[in-house]
């Protein structure tokens, strides 16, 4: 595990030309090494600055054989920055914290960075400013985790569940099980030591529906894990259709771009194309493919086998029809491949003479088809509209609520399920308190995990490494 006594930096904004950039410092020497790179307009040290104050000046090259005081005559510039002193303990990570900003290209970040690193900071691994933050005690684990959620989410809702998650939502639900579960544990301890007495006597089928409710309550949070990983990682839709029924035109018009060929040729979309779109705040990874045909063209025969392992992917798939041509083998044969509860299906160019029997096909797979235009743009909120109540199915969002969004959570909730089950149920069957109470201490152990309360160093290491560095 990293150092807690070293200072640590990073370049904390995206690698790329922007209009500033940020290198942040984080430690005990944060002021020290301030001091050593920092020329301010006044030639104040940033050491004798206010917490929480900004300041203009230069970035310079070190020059530590001299002990002359930093001037911008005997070092050389690397950049013009603005310098925010934030001291211990209201920080970020609660320690020290230097951040820069300076210009947002790749070499003057750079430069400033190897000059901090000369001065005496380490670079930080990913998540490690994150780290500090839980291991001073500032946030605890599933929020640090949310601090990752919140960087890398997509879409309104996903930044919506991870910021609440990040405000500790979320823990204060653990919390609370995990206390109640201490409460049990403790009259259960009771018993232990004074059953020979035979005092202290507590109502067993109390402690049973303490453990029930427990339960009742996990598979609660459990229920939300549905919703929270589609909030979190996205859908994927598949668009599919025999060829020519305007697949791509629908792709791009949930786009609002032309990302894929459109052309009046069948057969023009070879490869599948996915993109990521947010439909009301919803997440999606959204897919054109190859129409599905008989065809011996090679390229062809491997768009559509590409097609078909999508298919089997998808989390649900839009099913386009063709109004102006009827319905044949082809759309029967895709049909075929699809599984009907997850499909959205659509009729496309409402705006052409009709030769498709909608109502058939309707009576025939029990399922309403709306029809649209993409290229007249008629009725695509229809689309949009059933894609999101085929998502929510019917429930309504809110994604300031607590969800679960995470595999590890959701692991761990699994094994403390793992041991309470059973731990009400030997109780009733007379089992004896030191089993029950082995059991009880294990579920608080696994609830610990999730927050941090109980630890284990390799979980630790693991869910930082999938932080970006300078978080
Ligand atoms: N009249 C009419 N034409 C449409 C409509 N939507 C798409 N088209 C046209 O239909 C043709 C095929 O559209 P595409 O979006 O390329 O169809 P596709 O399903 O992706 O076709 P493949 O990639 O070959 O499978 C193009 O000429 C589109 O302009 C519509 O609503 N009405
Ligand atoms: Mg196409």
């Known amino acids: 595990m990293s150092d807690l006594r070293d200072t640590i930096t990073a370049v904390s904004t995206p690698i790329g030309e922007g209009g500033i950039g940020i290198v ?7 002021l020290s090494i301030a001091d050593k790179v920092f020329v301010s307009k006044d030639g104040r040290r940033p050491s004798v600055f206010k917490t929480h104050t900004i300041r203009y000046g230069h970035v310079v090259g070190v020059k530590r054989s001299t002990n002359r005081k930093l001037s911008l005559k005997n070092t050389g510039v690397i950049d013009e920055v603005l310098l925010s002193v934030m001291r211990a303990p209201a920080t970020y990570t609660r320690e020290d914290i230097i951040e820069i900003n300076c210009h ?8 400033i960075l190897e000059e901090v690193l000369k001065a005496g900071a380490r670079l930080a691994e990913p998540g490690e400013f994150t780290k500090r933050a839980f291991l001073n005690g500032r946030i605890d684990l599933a929020q640090a985790e949310a601090v990752c959620d919140v960087v890398k989410a997509k879409t309104e809702a996903s930044l919506k569940v991870a910021v609440g998650q990040l405000e500790g939502g979320f823990s204060v639900e653990i919390e609370k099980l995990r206390e109640g579960l201490l409460e049990l544990l403790r009259d259960v301890e009771v018993q232990i030591d004074f059953q020979e007495e035979n005092i202290a006597d507590i109502d067993k089928d109390v402690i049973i529906e ?18 929270g990983m589609i909030l979190k990682e996205g859908l994927m839709c598949v668009i599919c259709g025999k060829p020519n029924t305007g697949k791509s035109s629908l792709m791009n018009a949930l786009l609002r771009r032309n990302r894929a060929i459109v052309t009046h040729m069948p057969g023009t979309t070879r490869d599948a194309i996915e993109e990521s779109i947010s439909i009301k705040g919803i997440p999606l990874r959204i ?18 086998e590409k097609t078909k392992s999508y298919l089997k992917k998808a989390d649900m798939a839009i099913f386009m029809l063709d109004q102006s041509r009827p319905f044949d083998k082809k759309d029967a044969n895709i049909m075929k491949e699809l599984a009907l509860d997850k499909a959205l299906v659509v009729s496309n160019k409402s705006d052409l003479k009709q030769k498709l029997n909608l109502k058939a096909i309707e009576k025939k797979i029990g399922i309403k088809i709306p029809s649209i235009s993409v290229l007249k743009k008629r009725n695509l909120n229809v689309i949009e509209d059933a ?9 309504v969002m809110h994604p300031e609520a607590a969800f679960l969004t995470n595999i590890r959570h959701k692991n761990e909730l699994n094994s403390a399920l793992k041991h309470l089950r059973p731990a009400a149920r030997a109780l009733k069957n007379g089992s004896s308190w030191e089993f029950i109470a082995l059991d009880i201490r294990e579920a608080i152990f696994h609830l610990g995990l999730i927050i941090g309360k109980s630890i284990d160093i390799d979980v630790l290491d693991r869910i930082f490494e999938n932080f970006c560095i300078g978080k």
């Open 104 to 111: 947002g290209g790749i070499v003057a970040l750079r430069r």
């Open 387 to 395: 894609l999101v109540k085929k998502i929510w199915g019917g429930k």
């Open 24 to 30: 942040r410092l984080s430690g005990k020497k944060a």
């Open 210 to 227: 303490g453990i029930e409710k427990s339960c009742n309550k996990i598979n609660s949070i459990l229920e939300t894990q549905g919703l």
């Open 287 to 304: 897919v054109d493919t190859a129409g599905i045909v008989k065809t011996n063209n090679l390229v062809e025969k491997k768009g559509i």
